[in-house]
């Protein structure tokens, strides 16, 4: 089992920056991790995600050039910076993590075995 812990969130002016921080209780070097996002009213879709390394990562067009996602290992932590922020970017964010010895980069829900309960990004206009 794996539990995950989202922080970092809150309110920003829209061109503003935050910091998400994801903790992980076990190991995570050994599976790859993602951040989704969820507005009211909308699905969760897909923010960010990296590979076990983080030699790889992948974002969703929308935050391609402003979201920064990775991690260290050595912490058990993933991080994901997020710069120009817009606020369209208003969501409750969420870490997940793929089950053990999955190393490739999951782009969907069902890709992710673990997840945190969230915190919330709000950018004003």
């Known amino acids: 089992q794996v539990q ?5 969130g809150g309110l920003v002016q829209a061109g503003g920056s935050l910091r ?4 992980a209780s076990g ?4 599976r790859s991790m993602g951040w989704f996002r969820q507005a009211p009213g ?3 879709e897909f923010v ?3 590979s076990c390394s983080g030699g790889s990562t992948d974002y969703a067009g929308s935050v391609k050039g402003r979201f920064t996602i990775s991690r260290d290992n050595t912490k058990n ?3 994901l910076q997020m710069n120009s922020l817009k606020p369209e ?7 997940a993590a793929r089950r053990t010895n999955v190393c490739a980069l999951g ?3 069902a890709a992710y075995d673990y997840w945190g309960q969230g915190t919330q990004v709000t950018v004003s206009s």
């Open 107 to 109: 782009y969907s829900r």
């Open 4 to 8: 995950l812990v989202e922080s970092g």
């Open 48 to 50: 960010a995600a990296i």
């Open 20 to 23: 998400l921080s994801c903790v």
């Open 27 to 30: 190991r995570t070097f050994s």
């Open 89 to 95: 970017d208003t969501a409750v964010y969420y870490c």
């Open 77 to 79: 932590t993933m991080y």
């Open 42 to 44: 909308k699905d969760r």
